[in-house]
């Protein structure tokens, strides 16, 4: 596990130039998979006693699935 301040601070520099990206490009939307994967105070690399990372930084199967399934029902709109 890591706390939700670190793992946002690791972030920063990416999800800056993604806003960077999004806002030169219209249509472009940034979702935040973290809120999938962490609540206020840490980051988890498992959920319901399932490894949700196949290394530090990316997501095996179980973590995909979460992700990807959480970011369909939550942007349905996208999906059309």
Same mark, same amino acid.
């Given at each position: 596990d890591i706390s939700s301040q670190i793992s946002n601070e690791d972030a920063a520099p990416y999800i800056n130039t993604l806003k960077q990206v999004a806002k030169e %490009? #219209?249509?472009v939307q940034i979702i935040r998979e973290r @809120? =999938? /994967?962490?609540? #206020?105070n840490v980051c988890s690399m498992e959920k319901e006693g399932k490894l /949700? =990372? %196949? +290394?530090t930084h990316h997501l095996n199967i179980n973590g995909s699935r979460l992700v990807g399934s959480a970011i369909v029902k939550d942007n @349905? +709109?996208?999906f059309k």
């Open positions: %490009r #219209s249509g @809120q =999938y /994967l962490c609540n #206020s /949700l =990372y %196949r +290394d @349905q +709109d996208l």
